[in-house]
Antibody
Framework: EVQLVESGGGLVQPGGSLRLSCAASGFTFSSYAMNWVRQAPGKGLEWVSAISGSGDRTYYADSVKGRFTISRDNSKNTLYLQMNILRADDTAVYYC?????????????WGQGTLVTVSS | QSALTQEASVSGTVGQKVTLSCTGN????????VGWYQQISHGAPKTVMF??SLPSGIPDRFSGSKSETTASLTISGLQPEDEADYYC???????????FGGGTKLTVL
């Protein structure tokens, strides 16, 4: 059974940093691309970033480019999102989501999410 | 503004058939399979359809289709537990990004 468990969310001040983690199990982690998707309070789903199975290709939404960095450790079956220069509009639940193949970014499984609140 | 366009709201009665649509362009829906995701009361999303493939555990009253740049999710025999927000999504090669629709709120009357 595919399981994705996010952690690392919390309250951070504007301009601050936070690193999210996603522990994966139930599938061969290195064989699948992974995504981060967020949902601001009362809003729809917004794709944030993706990384290929090997980690050699990364993709970012314009809204986070230059501030967020996606990475993965295939030896630990863990996905990360380093978030810097956080703004109030980054406040959201962040979901880890599995892709359908090593370079197929499209999403088939979701984690439960972790809440990030950016506020002074 | 979302790259994919969905109805803001759709409603139906128990047992009725409803169809949700998702419109894009040749760079996204016209080129790739579309995923449909159900979100109940802002909980975690769940995949209910990918292309025209039904994930394990999803009732067969859900079905998916696509015609050119519009994808559709049909629920035949609507049930109260189907009330949720539904999002469509796929890859957009011109943006090199995953794109989502704005979501459809499905109400079961």
């Amino acid at each position: 059974e595919v399981q994705l468990v996010e952690s690392g969310g919390g309250l951070v001040q504007p301009g601050g940093s936070l690193r999210l983690s996603c522990a994966a199990s139930g599938f061969t982690f290195s064989s699948y691309a992974m995504n981060w998707v967020r949902q601001a309070p009362g809003k729809g789903l917004e794709w944030v970033s993706a990384i290929s199975g090997s980690g050699d290709r990364t993709y970012y939404a314009d809204s986070v480019k230059g501030r967020f960095t996606i990475s993965r450790d295939n030896s630990k079956n863990t996905l990360y999102l380093q978030m810097n220069i956080l703004r109030a509009d980054d406040t959201a639940v962040y979901y880890c989501a599995k892709g359908r193949g090593a370079v197929d970014i499209k999403i088939d499984y979701w984690g439960q999410g972790t809440l990030v609140t950016v506020s002074s | 503004q979302s790259a994919l366009t969905q109805e803001a709201s759709v409603s139906g009665t128990v047992g009725q058939k409803v169809t949700l649509s998702c419109t894009g362009n040749s760079n996204n829906i016209g080129s790739y399979a579309v995923g449909w995701y159900q979100q109940i009361s802002h909980g975690a999303p769940k995949t209910v359809m990918f292309g025209n493939s039904l994930p394990s555990g999803i009732p067969d009253r859900f079905s998916g289709s696509k015609s050119e740049t519009t994808a559709s999710l049909t629920i035949s025999g609507l049930q109260p537990e189907d009330e949720a927000d539904y999002y469509c999504s796929t890859w957009d090669y011109s943006l090199s990004a995953v794109v989502f629709g704005g979501g459809t709120k499905l109400t079961v009357l």
